[in-house]
């Protein structure tokens, strides 16, 4: 490990602990550092550009393995995403000719085709600062998360075939090839399922995300980046998809440390530059709204259409690509990329300071913007007025507590579970089953009830999502009797005081002694 890199580390450490001490999230201290690092004229390195590489790629292909292919055609998707993305092009325009029409800096001299290239570029919204929102607020399963994944997905097809144009190279002759990729994916998937719970399912998914997802589709001209998604989308049907996602977390998020780093090494631009930068910075409150009042007309609560808009405030981290790309092939000066990295980074700080308010900025747009007369299916009022229990997470243990309360104990029974599939096969089976995310304030300000429910049982498969549910729990005034289940010992701590307590191998064991009892037959004694 070079010097460089292990000092570049060093500094990001401190600007994540002090972006946490002043309640910021980590990545604006990331930043900063690469921002600090470059005025002190340390370069940066291949083996951080490297890495860099590597966290993206693992966070594309972990967006692929839970993402549902059959969002992207839907209208609050495909249609915003490219209304937005004509609309938005139309306003940065506007913005760069009237600023070169007054002979601002590097717009004195620009080409109408250059404007129109940084014009798409900025566009675009970040991928990784917009999953990262949504992790921090553990809302990828969310309507909204779904939703801004899904516009994050065609934007980057978008910006691939953008960057190809730019490049003046199609795609290499052997590039539909990659379909072959999709009846591979089957024995890949049987693989999966038969590998054990620990790092091998890591690592061969890491392998799979960079070799036949990162490498061959580089290597054919449609872009690395979009390959690790497109093999995460072929893996996700696996029933160790989640698992795998989960696995590799922690993984990418060491990784991006080196992405924000290599941003803010860019550098600041000349004083010209600098004015530049921030008046494109000013089109991102500009964009915000935009998203907000195409999704409202979608059929999203104010509520929800604020909190995805605020996930894609920013400006995307393939507008420095496709800025790359334009330098590349001639058609900008280099100084373009400096500007662009300075407005794109200045647009991430924004958009993480705007993200750890998203409470209260919700709240305030609520209060003085109406919801749609016509709501979306998934934001229709949830009916909870005859239920006596709920259950939240219906996997196995979920689907098996059901229907022990209701057959056994004759209660009404709603469950909920963010699987729309699994949702519906289950309403199918005779259960009363809601989609919606428990973890979601917005699902429980959907809730209708008249106090009939009696008892919840958290049984998601994560103590995360189980605490997050038990919180919005509390928020909502519940009082009633609340069972959650753990697997690790370390978790009933920040349970028991709120909750009663069961463990999930304490339970199995339980129920295996009773069944081996129930086998053996009265005879036992």
């Given amino acids: 490990m070079t010097l460089n890199l292990v000092l570049m580390l060093s500094l990001a450490a401190v600007g994540g602990l002090l972006a946490h001490a002043v309640r910021l999230p980590p990545m604006v201290g990331f930043l900063g550092a690469g921002f600090v690092l470059a005025g002190t004229g340390v370069d940066r390195t291949p083996a951080l550009d490297a890495v860099a590489d590597l966290g993206v790629v693992l966070l594309l292909f972990a967006i692929g393995l839970k993402l549902d292919v059959r969002v992207l055609g839907r ?30 800096g590097l717009l004195a001299d620009a080409e109408p085709a250059d404007l129109v290239l940084v014009a798409l570029a900025l566009s675009f919204s970040s991928t990784v600062v917009a999953v990262k929102v949504l ?49 591979a994916s089957w024995p890949a998937r049987r693989l999966l399922d038969r590998l054990d719970h620990g790092e091998l399912l890591t690592l061969v998914g890491v392998g799979l995300a960079v070799v036949p997802g990162y490498a061959l589709f580089d290597a054919a001209g449609l872009g690395g980046d979009v390959g690790a998604l497109a093999v995460g989308l072929l893996l996700s049907p696996s029933g160790r998809a989640e698992e795998l996602a989960k696995s590799v977390f922690s993984v990418k998020e060491l990784l991006l440390v080196a992405f924000f780093l290599s941003v803010g090494l860019n550098g600041a631009p000349d004083a010209s ?22 999704l409202r007309a979608s059929g999203f609560r104010v509520r929800t259409a604020t909190r995805s808009a605020l996930s894609l405030a920013s400006f995307s981290e393939f507008a420095l690509i496709v800025v790359a790309a334009g330098v590349a092939a001639g058609g900008l000066a280099p100084d373009w990329l400096v500007v662009v990295s300075t407005a794109v980074a ?25 919801d749609p007369a016509r709501l979306h299916p998934e934001e229709q009022p949830v009916d909870l007025r005859h239920a006596d229990a709920l259950v939240l997470g219906m996997g196995r243990l979920g689907r098996a507590a059901t229907r022990r309360l209701v057959d056994e104990y004759g209660l009404r029974v709603t469950g909920v579970d963010s699987d729309s599939a699994r949702a519906g096969d289950l309403f199918a089976e005779g259960l009363h089953v809601v989609e919606g995310d428990a973890t979601d304030p917005l699902f429980w300000a959907r809730v209708t009830d008249e106090g009939t ?21 509390q928020r909502s005034g519940f009082g009633g009797s609340v069972t959650a289940v753990t697997r690790y010992d370390e978790e009933i701590s920040q349970l028991v005081e709120r909750a009663a307590v069961v463990g999930l191998y304490d339970a199995a064991g339980a129920e295996l002694a009773d069944r081996a009892v129930r086998t053996a037959g009265p005879g036992l004694s």
Wanted: aromatic residues 4%.
């Fill in 135 to 183: 992790e921090e607020h553990n809302a990828t399963r969310a309507l909204h998360g779904r939703t801004t994944i899904g516009i994050l997905v065609v934007q980057d097809l978008v910006a691939v075939v953008l960057m190809s144009a730019v490049g003046g190279e199609a795609p290499h002759w052997w590039a539909p090839a990659l379909l072959l990729l999709v009846p």
């Fill in 453 to 473: 429910v009696r008892l919840v049982l958290l049984a998601m498969p994560f103590h995360g999502s189980n605490l997050a549910a038990l919180e919005q729990l």
């Fill in 346 to 370: 200045v647009s991430f700080v924004v958009t993480t300071v705007a993200s750890a308010a998203v409470d209260r900025v919700s709240t305030v747009v609520t209060r003085r913007v109406p």
């Fill in 75 to 104: 209208r609050e998707v495909l249609g915003v995403s490219v209304v937005h993305a004509v609309l938005t092009g139309v306003l940065a325009l506007t913005l760069l000719a009237g600023a070169g029409a007054v002979g601002v």
């Fill in 273 to 294: 530059g600098i004015v530049l930068a921030l008046a494109l910075v000013a089109l991102v409150p500009v964009k915000t709204a935009l998203y907000g009042v195409l």
